[in-house]
């Protein structure tokens, strides 16, 4: 079983910055695709950056040159900086972790971008 916990979340003003953390329990994190997902209200949940085990990453077109996915196999730890934070940033961000058919879901931490 893995436990993932997120921290980090918070309120911040437009063209402010919030680092997001991740920590996996367990020893399957190094093998595993990481990935963080957010949800606005009467949204629905969608990617926003991702890192395979060997470290390529993808991200969402909204937070291109913003955001960065980062992780660190030795602390069992993903992160989500972020940059240049708008209004439309604001939302529950989950961290995710998957290993083949393996799918594991964090609480989710509030991140509210507010003036």
């Known amino acids: 079983q893995v436990q993932l916990v997120e921290s980090g979340g918070g309120l911040v003003q437009p063209g402010g910055s919030l680092r997001l953390s991740c920590a996996a329990s367990?020893?399957?994190?190094?093998?595993?695709?990481m990935a963080w997902y957010r949800q606005a209200p009467g949204k629905q949940r969608e990617l926003v950056a991702s890192?395979?085990?060997?470290?390529?990453?993808n991200y969402a077109d909204s937070v291109k040159g913003r955001f960065t996915i980062s992780r660190d196999n030795a602390k069992n730890t993903v992160y989500l900086q972020m940059n240049s934070l708008k209004p439309e940033d604001t939302a529950v961000y989950y961290c995710?972790?998957?290993?083949?058919?393996?799918?594991?879901w964090g609480q989710g931490t509030q991140v509210t971008v507010s003036s």
């Open positions: 995710n972790l998957q290993l083949l058919t393996l799918r594991y």
């Open positions: 367990g020893s399957i994190f190094s093998s595993s695709r």
């Open positions: 890192v395979t085990k060997d470290g390529s990453t």
